[in-house]
C-alpha cells in the first residue's frame, strides 16, 4: 500500500510532464466529446429540409454540427478542471471519460489497419507535448528579442516568394492532368461573367465564395480581353499565390521576427502546404487582426474594421470567422479587465472595439452606395440561409459514433485526416485555455492579441472544415491547423536560451519533415515547382495565341485540347449541341443540373437563373424562385450531366431531389418528360413534354 502511495505521487517533469499532460487532456477531451456526440444523437431530431431524412452518408449533419460545436466548447472547461486537479485526480478523470466514451461507442467503431493510424497519432501528442510545454514559459517578450525584418527585406521576400508560388500554381491550377473540373471551374467562370456584365452577388447570380474567386477571375478577363480557361487558371494561381504573403504576417504576428522569412523560404521552395489555397482566403482576415492586434491610434481600429469587411466580402465564411474573432477576443479581454479591475485598460478596450465596429459599418454602407453590394440579399443569405441549410453530406466518426461507417466507401486515410485534425484544433485550444487561464487566474497581462484572435479564427473554422466532403476540402480547411501549431511551437523555440543556429536548424526540421496532408512526420509530397515553372511561362507565352477550332465557344486552348479527355468533352460538346439544335433548344432555354455549369460557355449558352448549382435552391422559397426563373425564360429541356472518365461534376446532390428540392422535382416531374430522356455524351436531356 505505501509503494502505491508513492507511485501515485510521483509527478512526471519537464518535457515528460507535458507530455503526460497532453496524454490525459486529449483521453479527457475525446471521451467527453463521445458523450456529446452520444448525446446529440439521441436528443436532437435530424434534420435535413425534411425532417428525419438523414444525409445521404446516414449521417444527420445538424446533428453533428451541434455535437462539433459542443465538443469544442467543452474542450475548455474540461481543461481548467483539469488544471485545478492534482496528478492523480487528473489521471482518474481523465481515465473515466475515456472510458465512459469508449463504452458509449464500442459497437459503432470500425477501423481498418489500426498500425496506420499509430504514426499520426503519437505525431500529434509529440507536436501538442510542445506546445504544452512552451506555452508555460513566459513569451511576452518575443517582440524585443525578436524586432521585425525591416520593410523592404520583408516586401522583397513577400514577392519572390509570391512570384515563385504563382508561377508554379499557374500550370497546377489546370487540374486538366487529372480531370476537367465542370463544376468549380464552371461557378468561377460563370459567375465572372455575370459579374462582368453587370451582376448583381445573389440577386443576378448565387455566389459560390467570394471575391476572391469570382472577383479575381472578372479582374483577369477584364485584363485579358479573354474569358477562357487559361485566364481562369491565371487567376486561380494569383489567388493560391497569396498565401505567401498571409504566411509572412502570420510569422510577424506570432513576434518570430526574422525567423518569418526562413519560415517562409521553407514553406515556399521544400513543401507543398502553399498550394492549399486556404492560406490565400485568409489574407484580408490575417491583416485586419494584425491592424486590430498592434493598433495604438484611432485611425488602427477604423482601418481594421475596413480590412474585415473586406475579409468578408473576400471569402464570406473566413470573412465571418474573422469578425466573430475579433468580437470573441474583446469578451475576453473585457473580462479579464473587469476581474482584474483595470478599469482605464477597459475604456480603452471598448473604445476601440467601437472604433472596430464603426469601421466595419461605415465601410459596409459605403461599399452599398457607391457599388449597390452587399445588399439585403447577400446578408440575408449569407448570415441566415446558408448557416442554417448549407452543408456538405459527409461525417467523421468523432465525436459522433461511427454506426455508418462499415457501410461506406471511407478510406482508412480519408477518416485519419477528419479524426486527427480535428483532435488538434481541440488539443490547441484546450492547451491554450488551460495557459490562459493560467494567466488570467494570476492576473498577468492577457496574452497578445494577435495570438488570441488566431486561437478564436481555428475554432470556428471547425464548421467550415467539418461541413464538407471531398477530402481535398477537408484538407485545405484542417490543413490549417498544424500551420498554426508549428507557429506557435516555433514561438515558444525563439524563446529558448539557445544559439539562433539551433533555433533555426529545428524549425528548418519541423516545417520540412512534417507533411501537412497526412499530419504525421514523413517526406512530404512536394510539387516539382522547378518542372512546373517552366510550362508555366510556356503556358504564359501562350496566352494570346489564337484559339485553335472547337465547338467549345473558344474556351480552351491549343494546350487544353491536347488533353484526351478535353478533347473529348469538346466532341461531346458538338453532338450536345447538335441535338439541342434539332430539338429547336437556343440560348437560355438549357438548365443543367446538377452541377456542371462550365457546359454553359462551352456551348456558348446564358444560365436561365441564377442557381448555378440545384442544390443552391435550399429553402422553398428559393426553389419557387428558381422555377419562376426558369418559366420566365421558357426554359424547353434539362440536361442531368452524368461524370466520366477525365469530367468532374455533380452528377446528384447530397440526398434525392425529390427530398432536397421537393417544389422544383414536384414541377420538373409534372413539366417534363422524366420517363423518357434522350441519351447524350454529356449525361441524360429531359425535353419539355407536347
Known sequence: MYTLKMRLRIKPSGFLASVAEVITLLCAIIGASAVIGYLCAVFITPEWLAPGYPSFYRYPKNVEIKAILLAAAAS?????????????????????????????????????????????????????????????????????????????????????????????????????????????????????????????????????????????????????????????????????????ITLLLLCIGMGLGYYSLLITFIAVVLSDMLLMPTYGLLLPVIISFLLFSRSKSMPGFILAGVVAFISYIYRIDYGVYGILSVFGYCLYSFAFSIISRQLTRLKEQVVSFFLYLAGLIASALFSYLLFGFPGSDWYRITMLTLP?????????????????????????YTMQIGVFYLTSV???????????????????????????????????????????????????????????????????????????????????ALFIFLNFWTGSFGQPTAPPHFEVISESLQILAEHNDPKPKQCSNGIFSARNLSVPHISSYDRAVCSTRELLESKGINDGELFVVHSASLVYPSLGFRLPSKYYCLGWAITEEMQRELVAEL??????????????????????????????????????????????????ELGELYLLRN
Open 631 to 680: 418559366e420566365k425564360n421558357g426554359v424547353k429541356a434539362i440536361l442531368r450531366i452524368r461524370p466520366s472518365d477525365g469530367l468532374r461534376a455533380l452528377a446528384t446532390y447530397d440526398i434525392p431531389d425529390s427530398v432536397r428540392v421537393p417544389f422544383f422535382y414536384e414541377w420538373f416531374s409534372n413539366k417534363f418528360e422524366i420517363e423518357k430522356p434522350l441519351q447524350t
Open 76 to 244: 475548455i472547461p474540461v481543461s481548467i478542471a483539469l488544471a485545478r486537479m492534482s496528478w492523480a485526480q487528473k489521471c482518474a478523470f481523465s481515465g473515466f471519460l475515456f472510458l465512459l466514451g469508449l463504452l458509449i461507442s464500442y459497437k459503432y467503431l470500425y477501423f481498418e489497419d489500426i498500425f496506420s493510424w499509430v504514426v499520426p497519432a503519437i505525431t500529434l501528442i509529440i507536436l501538442l507535448s510542445l506546445l504544452d510545454y512552451f506555452q508555460g514559459r513566459n513569451t511576452t517578450h518575443l517582440l524585443n528579442l525578436n524586432p521585425k525584418p525591416r520593410m523592404w527585406l520583408l516586401c522583397l521576400a513577400a514577392f519572390l516568394g509570391t512570384a515563385f508560388i504563382f508561377l508554379a500554381n499557374i500550370y497546377a491550377a489546370y487540374f486538366f492532368d487529372e480531370s476537367l473540373d465542370l463544376h468549380h471551374f464552371g461557378e468561377k467562370f460563370t459567375s465572372a461573367i455575370d459579374f462582368l456584365n453587370g451582376g448583381m452577388p445573389f440577386v443576378t447570380f448565387f455566389w459560390p465564395h467570394g471575391l476572391h474567386d469570382t472577383g479575381l477571375t472578372a479582374l483577369f478577363f477584364y485584363l485579358g480581353s479573354s474569358a477562357d480557361l487559361p485566364t481562369m487558371s491565371i487567376a486561380l494561381a494569383m489567388a493560391n499565390s497569396l498565401g505567401v
Open 426 to 508: 481541440l488539443g490547441i485550444a484546450a492547451i491554450s485555455a488551460r495557459h490562459l487561464y493560467t494567466r488570467f487566474k494570476e492576473g498577468s497581462t492577457v496574452e497578445t492579441g494577435f495570438f488570441v484572435l488566431v486561437l478564436f479564427l481555428l475554432a470556428f473554422s471547425i464548421r467550415t472544415a467539418l461541413g464538407r466532403s471531398a477530402e481535398d476540402h477537408i484538407l485545405q480547411f484542417f490543413g490549417f491547423s498544424y500551420l498554426v501549431l508549428l507557429l506557435l511551437i516555433s514561438r515558444g523555440l525563439v524563446s529558448l536560451d539557445v544559439s539562433r543556429w539551433l533555433k533555426g536548424a529545428i524549425i528548418t
Open 388 to 412: 442554417k441549410f448549407m452543408a456538405d453530406s459527409t461525417g467523421f466518426p468523432y465525436p459522433l459514433p461511427a454506426s455508418w461507417l462499415s457501410a461506406l466507401d471511407y478510406t482508412t
